[in-house]
């Protein structure tokens, strides 16, 4: 609308990845030097990694558009195939010619090795380049393993390159992958641009587009641009194309403070899009009285939903509720016992060392590791413990929220994107009792994790004492069960196609916190449709495009832009 006006040619801030308006900030032009040395010196495994938005796609297109003639490309964007597909997919790309009667794996194979050799002949060059690769499957990523034998005695006949959100650099390093992992040779994670950076873009991208050197930006414009992005290219194209559109209206060649203002302003309508702040993490210096305050609070709330004799020497409660079940989700009541048993007399246990694996024999006869283990009163009386009983009361009526013991099945991989606490339901009671001393541990039992660390998590013992525990400890011990608390409104209204609201902008905004692009507009349309549903393939769950209670209980877990309730 505004290039006439302004004099470009085509618009200077699309978010389609073009390479002639790559800028070469010093971190991409870090990254491409990476690329291009991994190429040429045949390293055969690179990976780049960057947030999203921040140019990895762009980038490899430039890449790509530098290479000569004797370097054959093979490019896959969408990482969602089978590994049949995989093969079949990067010999279409190297446009080799494979037999109708081809239908097993072997037979891609060997067609693709004969055309390597083939290429390695003639001096040329082979590259596999592989986007959004963060959401490969392990199968796939085992075959791409098995790829890189493709070799001849001295060099590699194909160089493969993954470029992926920030996620791929975690998913590599889970001790599945772990031969993947150490056949990578170059790496490079790719960083936002630098405030002094953002003017250089924004004036090259307007050159690039054909201004005239009509139209500028003031300093508070560039200021402003940079303090809401925060360097992310993508969010700089989104602010600068609005901000053009409002000078446009305005008569004006100059950008000002004021208008960037109202551009942001615009874009993000009434959503606040920074994340909140992990409640949970606050210290816990007045758990009991904190805890019987929010027992109480439940018991009101959800009008007779059942706590037990797990917590009753904190409380006394004797409510008979139902197991409440949906379609999808399972919320429901605390199982009954007896009695529930004291927390344990205090005994010295060390931390879990926080080495590849966890010793199997205790240092000495006082180190009951096994008091990691809880069993389902304490584990479930910890998780009440750690939730935040303040920030369920804010703003939120008690006779309009529900509480839930939200329970699902996953792999122990999806463990890192957990923002909150949860107990997971150990796998083998008698391996876990096998690295500790005494009694035998209960059936079932579980590990409470408060918080997930970069190598591992900070997990809450029997006596409520924090202790670190490695990734290997985790992935070792985990039963697949997981279930944390959920705090809900009209868990019972699912989202579907056609319904729009600031519901849709916080499901919108949730499935772009955890890398699944859909732009906030508050209406469920296609796009939306299509990313929900891809989430719930990766998750397991029937790829309906439909939010209903399951959902909306992961996001509440992995998503800060989804809190507290739908």
Same mark, same amino acid.
């Given at each position: 609308?505004?290039?006439?006006?302004?004099?470009?040619?085509?618009?200077?801030?699309?978010?389609?990845?073009?390479?002639?308006?790559?800028?070469?900030?010093?971190?991409?032009?870090?990254?491409?030097?990476?690329?291009?040395?991994?190429?040429?010196?045949?390293?055969?495994?690179?990976?780049?990694?960057?947030?999203?938005?921040?140019?990895?796609?762009?980038?490899?297109?430039?890449?790509?558009?530098?290479?000569?003639?004797?370097?054959?490309?093979?490019?896959?964007?969408?990482?969602?195939?089978?590994?049949?597909?995989?093969?079949?997919?990067? $010999?279409?790309?190297?446009?080799?010619?494979?037999?109708?009667?081809?239908?097993?794996?072997?037979?891609?194979?060997?067609?693709?090795?004969?055309?390597?050799?083939?290429?390695?002949?003639?001096?040329?060059?082979?590259?596999?380049?592989?986007?959004?690769?963060?959401?490969?499957?392990?199968?796939?990523?085992?075959?791409?393993?098995?790829?890189?034998?493709?070799?001849?005695?001295?060099?590699?006949?194909?160089?493969?390159?993954?470029?992926?959100?920030?996620?791929?650099?975690?998913?590599?390093?889970?001790?599945?992958?772990?031969?993947?992992?150490?056949?990578?040779?170059?790496?490079?994670?790719?960083?936002?641009?630098?405030?002094?950076?953002?003017?250089?873009?924004?004036?090259?991208?307007?050159?690039?587009?054909?201004?005239?050197?009509?139209?500028?930006?003031?300093?508070?414009?560039?200021?402003?641009?940079?303090? $809401?992005?925060?360097?992310?290219?993508?969010?700089?194209?989104?602010?600068?194309?609005?901000?053009?559109?409002?000078?446009?209206?305005?008569?004006?060649?100059?950008?000002?403070?004021?208008?960037?203002?109202?551009?942001?302003?615009?874009?993000?309508?009434?959503?606040?899009?920074?994340?909140?702040?992990?409640?949970?993490?606050?210290?816990?210096?007045?758990?009991?009285?904190?805890?019987?305050?929010?027992?109480?609070?439940?018991?009101?709330?959800?009008?007779?939903?059942?706590?037990?004799?797990?917590?009753?020497?904190?409380?006394?409660?004797?409510?008979?509720?139902?197991?409440?079940?949906?379609?999808?989700?399972?919320?429901?009541?605390?199982?009954?016992?007896?009695?529930?048993?004291?927390?344990?007399?205090?005994?010295?246990?060390?931390?879990?060392?926080?080495?590849?694996?966890?010793?199997?024999?205790?240092?000495?006869?006082?180190?009951?590791?096994?008091?990691?283990?809880?069993?389902?009163?304490?584990?479930?009386?910890?998780?009440?413990?750690?939730?935040?009983?303040?920030?369920?009361?804010?703003?939120?009526?008690?006779?309009?929220?529900?509480?839930?013991?939200?329970?699902?099945?996953?792999?122990?991989?999806?463990?890192?994107?957990?923002?909150?606490?949860?107990?997971?339901?150990?796998?083998?009671?008698?391996?876990?009792?096998?690295?500790?001393?005494?009694?035998?541990?209960?059936?079932?039992?579980?590990?409470?994790?408060?918080?997930?660390?970069?190598?591992?998590?900070?997990?809450?013992?029997?006596?409520?004492?924090?202790?670190?525990?490695?990734?290997?400890?985790?992935?070792?011990?985990?039963?697949?069960?997981?279930?944390?608390?959920?705090?809900?409104?009209?868990?019972?209204?699912?989202?579907?196609?056609?319904?729009?609201?600031?519901?849709?902008?916080?499901?919108?905004?949730?499935?772009?916190?955890?890398?699944?692009?859909?732009?906030?507009?508050?209406?469920?349309?296609?796009?939306?449709?299509?990313?929900?549903?891809?989430?719930?393939?990766?998750?397991?769950?029937?790829? $309906?495009?439909?939010?209903?209670?399951?959902?909306?209980?992961?996001?509440?877990?992995?998503?800060?832009?989804?809190?507290?309730?739908?």
């Amino acid at each position: 609308m505004y290039n006439s006006f302004f004099g470009f040619k085509e618009n200077p801030f699309s978010l389609t990845p073009d390479p002639n308006y790559l800028y070469l900030s010093q971190y991409h032009k870090e990254a491409f030097d990476h690329l291009l040395y991994g190429i040429n010196e045949r390293k055969g495994f690179i990976v780049v990694t960057g947030g999203i938005g921040t140019g990895k796609t762009t980038l490899c297109r430039a890449l790509l558009g530098s290479l000569d003639s004797s370097t054959k490309t093979a490019l896959i964007f969408n990482a969602y195939i089978s590994d049949m597909e995989f093969w079949r997919t990067i $010999n279409q790309e190297f446009g080799i010619e494979t037999a109708v009667a081809a239908q097993s794996k072997k037979d891609y194979i060997d067609a693709l090795n004969q055309f390597l050799l083939e290429t390695f002949s003639q001096d040329g060059n082979a590259i596999l380049l592989i986007d959004e690769a963060q959401n490969l499957s392990h199968t796939v990523l085992e075959q791409i393993r098995m790829l890189s034998n493709l070799e001849t005695e001295k060099e590699k006949l194909i160089q493969i390159v993954l470029v992926g959100q920030s996620e791929l650099r975690e998913l590599l390093a889970t001790p599945s992958l772990r031969q993947l992992d150490e056949r990578i040779m170059v790496r490079y994670d790719l960083k936002p641009l630098d405030k002094k950076d953002v003017q250089g873009y924004i004036e090259h991208r307007l050159v690039v587009a054909g201004g005239k050197g009509n139209l500028r930006f003031t300093r508070g414009a560039f200021e402003a641009i940079y303090a $809401n992005s925060r360097g992310n290219p993508r969010r700089i194209n989104g602010i600068c194309d609005r901000a053009l559109l409002i000078a446009y209206y305005k008569d004006e060649f100059t950008v000002s403070k004021s208008m960037v203002q109202k551009a942001i302003r615009d874009i993000h309508g009434n959503a606040t899009l920074e994340p909140k702040p992990m409640a949970w993490l606050k210290k816990r210096t007045t758990a009991l009285s904190m805890l019987v305050l929010l027992l109480l609070i439940t018991i009101a709330a959800l009008g007779g939903w059942n706590v037990r004799k797990e917590i009753s020497g904190l409380i006394s409660g004797k409510q008979e509720g139902a197991v409440v079940k949906t379609e999808t989700a399972l919320f429901r009541p605390i199982p009954a016992k007896s009695e529930a048993p004291p927390l344990p007399a205090e005994s010295k246990v060390p931390p879990v060392p926080a080495e590849s694996e966890t010793p199997s024999v205790p240092a000495g006869p006082e180190m009951k590791v096994a008091s990691l283990f809880l069993d389902e009163d304490e584990s479930l009386a910890g998780l009440f413990r750690l939730f935040d009983a303040k920030e369920f009361q804010k703003d939120h009526d008690a006779n309009e929220i529900h509480l839930g013991l939200f329970s699902f099945y996953t792999e122990p991989e999806h463990y890192i994107m957990f923002r909150k606490p949860f107990r997971v339901q150990v796998a083998d009671p008698e391996l876990a009792e096998s690295h500790g001393q005494g009694d035998p541990l209960p059936s079932p039992c579980y590990l409470l994790i408060r918080e997930v660390t970069a190598d591992g998590a900070v997990a809450v013992d029997a006596e409520g004492k924090e202790r670190p525990i490695t990734r290997d400890f985790i992935l070792t011990h985990w039963g697949k069960e997981v279930s944390w608390m959920y705090p809900y409104v009209n868990y019972d209204v699912a989202f579907a196609r056609g319904m729009s609201g600031p519901d849709i902008i916080k499901l919108q905004q949730a499935l772009n916190e955890l890398g699944y692009s859909v732009p906030p507009t508050g209406l469920f349309a296609s796009l939306t449709f299509e990313q929900v549903t891809r989430f719930q393939d990766d998750f397991g769950l029937v790829a $309906n495009g439909i939010v209903g209670t399951r959902i909306k209980g992961l996001l509440y877990q992995m998503s800060d832009q989804y809190e507290l309730h739908p």
